[in-house]
C-alpha cells in the first residue's frame, strides 16, 4: 500500500490523540493527570477545525466529572456516533459502571487509558498498571502500547477493530512513562488511515442507533430466566476479537512496515528461559534479551499486547517449545491473591494446555519505579537458580517479606553512538519547555533519532525537575532514565551540594554549570567529590550566569532559552547555527502571542547567553581536592534523617520497604526540615513603607514569610540588623513591636508577595 512518510517529535498522549481523533464523531472528556493533554490536543485541534476522516470537526464535550464522561460517551455511542474519551486511575474506575453497560450493548467505544497507579496507601499520580487491571471484567478488549510509535500503531488497531467487531476496546499505556516521553517517530496520515476503514462496518453501527424513525429498546431489566442465556450470546463476538485484531494488526503492519501480532517473541529460538510482559517494561526486556543473546545466553521473551481477551491459542503458537522456565512480570498488586493477572492468566493458559513448566511471578515497576536493564538481569538470574523465587519483586529492597531480587549485573544496551544527557532544573524555570524544544529541534532537523522523558517531582513549580534526552543514529528505545550521561546541565546552583550531580557521567564529558561564581569561588562552593570526579574524568566544564542575563533582559527566572542556547554552542549535537535559527523560531512559536516584545527578549537573551558562555580552566589539582561546600542538614528526628533526608537528596530509591509504615502514616511537620534553598532572589522587607496588612504572609504558597509581633523584653537580645516597628494593631497598646520575616531556604523567589503588597509604595522587594 502506498503511504504518506512524515517523521515528526512528538509524546504518546499526542500520538494517541492523533488517531483518536481521525476515527471518532465526538469525545466526551474531562482531565486526570497524566491523560489530560489527550483531551486538550484533541480540543485544540477541535478549535482550529481540524477535519476527521469523515470530512468532520471532532465534537468535544468536558463534563462535570469522569462517571459523566463515560456516561456521555454512552450515550453518544446509542445515537450513532463513533466516540471516544481519554482517563487514567481513578478516573477510570469512575468509568466502570459505564463501560459494563457499553461493552454489554456491543458499542465500539475506544477509551484510552495513560496507566496510572490508584490511590491505596497513599495518592501516587505515577504510572502503573493498577488501574487498567481493575477494569479487565467489564468486556472491555484490552490493548496494551509499549512505546510512543507503538501509541499511535496500536491506537489504530483498537479503533479500527472495535468498528469491525462490536466490542469497545481500551487502549492503554504506561502513564508519563510513555504519555509523556517524546520520541521521533513516523506519523501515519489520515488519508491511509481512511483507506483502512469497513464503510460498511461504520454504516452498520449507525444503523444500529437509537432512532425515532425505527425505534427499538435496549436497557432493560431481565429476570432469572433469561438473563443468563442473553449475558452468554455475546460470545461469539469474543471468541471471534483475537482474529479481527490479528487482520486489523496486519493491516497496519501492511501500512507502517511495522510488525505486530497479539503476542510477539523475541529472544534466541532454543531459548530455555523467558520473560512475559507487556507496556514500556517490552522495550526494556526485549533490548537486555538481544543484549543477553549476543552473548550467547538462551533467553527469549513475550511482548502481550492484547491481554483482553487473552488468546491462549495465539500465546502458544509464539513460546518456544524449548523453554522450560518462565517469568511473568505484572505491574500491578492485588493483595491476597494467589499472583497477580499476567500471572494467573498464563497459568491458566499452560495448564488447559497440559504444559508442564515452571512459572514464576513478579512485580515491577509500581508507581512509576524504574526498570532497568540490569533488572531484567536479575529476573533472568532467578530463573536460573536451582529453587528460583515466586511472587518476587524486582527494583525495590523488601527487607521485611524478602521477595526482591538482588541486582548483580549493571548492563548498558544503548545503540552505539548514542547520546546522552541529563539536566537538572528547577519546576517553572523553564527547564522542560527548552529541552522539549531541543528534542523537537533535533529531531525534526536531523536524521537522528531522539528520546526526552522527564521527570517531575509532586511540587511542581519550585521543584526539581531532571530532563533525560538520547541522540542518535538508531532508534532509541530505552524507556527508563539516563544513568551514564555524555552530557549533565545543573540550572540551579544551589543543587551542588544537594544532588550527586555528576554520577555515572562518562569520561571525557561536558558539564554545564548555572552560576554567577568564577574559578576562584568555585574552590569554595564546589564539593570536593565534585571537583574530583571532574578533573579525574577530565570533564569539560563551563559556567554561565543565566540569572543574570534573564535579569538583564527582564525576563525574570525564565533561564530556558539562556541553557538552551548554552546547550547547544557546548555540546554541538547539530550544527550551532542550524540550533540557533531553529531556536528562534520556536521562540516565534512559543511566545508569539504574548507579543513581539516578549519574542524580542527570548531572542536577545540568546544572543547574550552565545557571548557569555565561559569553559572554566580548572587546576589539575581538583583530582585530589579535600576541600569543597558541604551541605550539613539540620538535627532533625530520626524519621527525618532517616527517611525524608534520602529523599530529598533524589536517594529515596534506595530506602528499604521496612523503612515505612504498612498503612503509609507519616509524622506532621516534616517539611520544616526540607530548607530547600532554590530562590536565586528573596523579599527583602522595608519597614518604613510597611502597613502591617500581612497579606504577603497570606498569599506565601510556602508560609516563607510570616509577621512577628513581640514586647520590648523580647528584642533585648537581637542581633544588629534585627529591625522592628511599632505595631499598628488595635489591641496593642502601643507595647508591641511588628516584624517581616523571611525564611531564604525555605522561599522559592515567586514573588508573590512584592505582587500583593497593599502599600502606596511596595514594602518589599526582591
Known amino acids: 500500500m502506498n503511504k504518506t512518510k512524515q517523521m515528526k517529535t512528538l509524546d504518546g498522549n499526542t500520538a494517541a490523540a492523533h488517531i483518536a481523533y481521525a476515527l471518532s464523531d465526538v469525545a466526551a472528556i474531562y482531565p486526570i493527570t497524566p491523560s489530560s493533554n489527550m483531551a486538550e490536543i484533541c480540543d485544540e485541534w477541535a478549535a482550529y477545525g481540524r477535519k476527521n476522516i469523515f470530512g468532520q470537526t471532532l465534537k468535544i464535550s468536558t463534563m462535570q466529572s469522569e462517571a459523566g464522561a463515560a456516561g456521555a460517551v454512552h450515550g453518544s455511542l446509542v445515537s450513532g456516533a463513533l466516540s471516544t474519551t481519554f482517563t487514567a486511575s481513578q478516573g477510570l474506575l469512575l468509568m466502570i459502571p459505564n463501560m459494563y453497560k457499553i ?9 484510552h487509558v495513560s496507566a496510572r497507579t490508584l490511590s491505596t496507601h497513599a495518592l501516587s499520580i505515577f504510572g502503573d498498571h493498577s488501574d487498567v487491571m481493575a477494569a479487565r471484567q467489564t468486556g472491555f478488549a484490552l490493548l496494551a502500547s509499549a512505546s510512543v510509535q507503538e501509541a499511535m500503531d496500536l491506537a489504530l488497531v483498537a479503533h479500527l477493530s472495535a468498528i469491525n467487531s462490536r466490542v469497545p476496546f481500551l487502549h492503554f499505556f504506561d502513564g508519563f512513562r510513555t504519555s509523556h516521553e517524546m520520541q521521533k517517530i513516523e506519523i501515519i496520515d489520515y488519508k491511509d488511515i481512511a483507506r483502512l476503514v469497513d464503510r460498511k462496518a461504520v454504516t452498520a453501527f449507525r444503523s444500529r442507533a437509537l432512532n425515532p424513525e425505527c425505534p427499538h429498546q435496549r436497557g432493560t431489566a431481565q429476570n432469572p430466566d433469561t438473563h443468563f442465556q442473553n449475558r452468554e450470546a455475546a460470545n461469539p463476538y469474543y471468541l471471534a476479537l483475537p482474529g479481527i485484531v490479528s487482520e486489523a494488526m496486519a493491516q497496519v503492519s501492511t501500512l507502517t512496515g511495522r510488525c505486530y501480532h497479539l503476542f510477539d517473541y523475541v529472544g534466541a529460538a532454543d531459548a530455555e528461559n523467558v520473560i512475559i510482559c507487556m507496556g514500556s517494561a517490552s522495550d526494556t526486556v526485549e533490548g537486555t534479551v538481544k543484549f543477553l543473546c549476543s552473548r550467547g545466553e538462551k533467553v527469549g521473551m513475550i511482548k502481550v499486547r492484547l491481554y483482553r481477551p487473552f488468546s491462549g491459542e495465539h500465546f502458544l503458537k509464539v513460546l518456544p517449545a524449548s523453554c522450560r522456565r518462565i517469568a511473568v512480570l505484572d505491574r500491578t498488586k492485588e493483595p491476597g491473591s494467589p499472583g497477580e493477572p499476567l500471572y494467573q492468566d498464563v497459568c491458566t493458559t499452560l495448564m488447559e494446555a497440559g504444559q508442564a513448566k515452571q512459572v514464576v511471578g513478579g512485580r515491577y515497576g509500581i508507581s512509576s519505579k524504574e526498570f532497568t536493564p540490569s533488572m531484567v538481569r536479575a529476573v533472568f538470574d532467578n530463573l536460573d537458580a536451582p529453587e528460583p523465587k515466586n511472587h518476587f519483586t524486582v527494583g525495590i529492597n523488601d527487607d521485611i517479606t524478602n521477595s ?11 545503540p552505539p553512538g548514542t547520546y546522552c544527557c541529563k539536566f537538572y532544573g528547577l519546576g517553572s524555570d523553564g527547564t522542560v519547555s527548552a529541552n522539549q524544544n531541543s528534542i523537537t529541534i533535533i529531531g525534526d532537523n536531523t536524521d537522528l533519532y531522539a528520546q526526552a522523558y522527564f521527570v517531575y517531582d509532586s511540587k511542581k513549580s519550585g521543584g526539581i525537575t531532571v530532563s533525560h534526552l538520547r541522540f542518535g543514529p538508531k532508534p532509541i528505545r530505552l524507556p527508563f532514565q539516563v544513568w551514564r550521561p555524555s552530557f549533565v546541565a545543573c540550572h540551579n546552583p544551589s543543587y551542588v551540594t544537594r544532588y550527586a550531580l555528576l554520577e555515572g557521567i562518562r569520561e571525557g564529558g561536558t558539564f554545564l554549570l548555572n552560576s554567577p ?81 516578549i519574542v524580542e527578549k527570548n531572542i536577545a537573551a540568546m544572543n547574550k547567553a552565545i557571548a557569555a558562555l565561559e569553559e572554566i580552566r580548572y587546576p589539575d589539582s581538583w583530582a585530589e581536592a579535600e576541600n569543597g561546600a558541604l551541605f550539613i542538614p539540620e538535627e532533625a528526628p530520626q524519621y527525618v534523617r532517616d527517611v525524608v533526608y534520602p529523599m530529598l537528596a533524589l536517594q ?15 509524622p506532621l511537620g516534616t517539611t520544616r526540615y526540607e530548607k530547600r534553598g532554590t530562590a536565586v532572589k528573596v523579599p527583602i522587607w522595608i519597614p518604613d513603607l510597611c502597613i502591617q496588612c500581612n497579606q504577603c504572609a497570606f498569599v506565601c504558597p510556602h508560609a516563607a514569610i510570616r509577621p512577628y509581633l513581640s514586647r520590648e523584653d523580647d528584642l533585648k537580645m537581637a542581633p544588629d540588623g534585627f529591625t522592628t516597628v511599632k505595631a499598628n494593631g488595635k489591641k496593642t497598646d502601643g ?32
Not at 653 to 665: H, I, K, N, T
Not at 742 to 766: F, H, I, Q, R
Request: proline share 5%.
Open 517 to 597: 561564581w568564577n574559578l576562584e569561588e568555585m574552590e569554595l562552593r564546589l564539593p570536593a567529590e565534585m571537583k574530583r570526579i571532574i578533573a579525574r574524568k577530565k570533564i569539560k566544564f563551563y559556567n554561565i550566569d543565566a540569572v543574570k542575563i534573564a535579569s538583564e533582559v527582564t525576563l525574570g527566572g525564565r533561564i530556558n532559552v539562556i541553557m538552551q542556547a548554552a546547550f547547544f554552542k557546548t555540546t554541538k549535537v547539530i550544527d550551532p547555527a542550524l540550533a540557533f535559527a531553529e531556536m528562534e523560531k520556536m521562540i516565534e512559536k512559543s511566545y508569539g502571542k504574548k507579543g513581539p516584545k
Open 735 to 766: 507595647k508591641l513591636y511588628y516584624r517581616i520575616q523571611v525564611s531564604p531556604l525555605d522561599c522559592t523567589g515567586c514573588g508573590n508577595c512584592v505582587d500583593t503588597c497593599l502599600a502606596k509604595e511596595p514594602a518589599l522587594e526582591m
Open 103 to 111: 461493552s454489554g450493548e456491543l458499542l465500539p467505544a475506544v477509551f
Open 652 to 666: 529515596g530509591d534506595q530506602l528499604p520497604v521496612s523503612a515505612f509504615q504498612p498503612d503509609g502514616v507519616v
Open 404 to 414: 526482591s531480587l538482588k541486582i548483580k549485573e549493571k548492563i548498558h544496551v544503548a
